[in-house]
């Protein structure tokens, strides 16, 4: 399979926790995105890199998140001290062409205790 | 501030039975409209690009349009494989240098045999 892969697909964890997510991206794609979507709401931009430089951070993402991009290759989202309000799914994608069309993972959903 | 709003939130169809989808968008500078679907569980999967008014897209039974306000999705003669939530994204001008697309909440469309 070359599309986007995600790990772990599926997360339960108790608050006050850190979680760490994978993504692997179809690997001659140089840009790679963070979304999280919420039941019933569409898809919200979290973050992008393109190679390894992480280039746009959303006005909304906490400094409980960071992410990575090391070597411009797979791309880990942390979570520190999860909260209850961070249930959601994690979804990655990657593009090699034009802005906008994306390519997406099966998501990372989360669910803090 | 970029908005995008998708009606109806859900839609129910027997098969056959064709109808559209809207998608109605304020942007600073649209820079391209994009229709994706997804199924439950699942990442969305891109469907359509559009960049200017007038412009039409087709693939299958759907055909995606565009004016300068709106822009819809058709569907004709669907069959339950259709059955999927179909997400509309905007682009603008401001929205960040390579692809921070905003997303509507979706349109949930059930195709009954």
């Known amino acids: 399979d070359t599309g986007v892969s995600q790990n772990p697909r599926h997360k339960i964890t108790k608050r006050g926790q850190n979680v760490t997510f994978r993504c692997d991206p179809i690997s001659e794609h140089n840009r790679l995105y963070w979304y999280r979507q919420t039941l019933g709401q569409g898809p919200e931009f979290l973050t992008y890199?393109?190679?390894?430089?992480?280039?746009?951070k959303s006005r909304l993402l906490s400094d409980r998140f960071s992410a990575e991009r090391p070597k411009g290759s797979f791309s880990t989202l942390e979570i520190q001290r999860t909260e209850q309000g961070d249930s959601a799914m994690y979804l990655c994608?990657?593009?090699?062409?034009?802005?906008?069309?994306?390519?997406f993972g099966e998501g990372s959903r989360l669910t803090v205790l | 501030e970029d908005q995008v709003t998708q009606s109806p939130e859900a839609l129910r169809l027997q098969e056959g039975e064709s109808s559209s989808l809207n998608c109605s968008y304020t942007v600073s500078g649209l820079r391209g409209l994009f229709w994706y679907r997804q199924d439950p569980g699942k990442g969305p999967e891109f469907l359509f690009t559009?960049?200017?008014a007038g412009e039409e897209k087709e693939k299958e039974r759907l055909k995606a349009t565009l004016t300068k306000k709106e822009s819809f999705l058709h569907i004709t003669a669907p069959k339950p494989e259709d059955s999927a939530t179909y997400l509309c994204?905007?682009?603008?001008?401001?929205?960040?240098?390579?692809?921070?697309?905003?997303f509507g909440k979706g349109t949930k469309l059930s195709v009954k045999p």
């Open positions: 559009l960049y200017s």
């Open positions: 994204a905007v682009l603008g001008r401001y929205g960040g240098s390579q692809g921070n697309l905003i």
């Open positions: 994608a990657s593009t090699g062409g034009r802005a906008g069309e994306l390519f």
């Open positions: 890199f393109q190679n390894e430089a992480q280039l746009e």
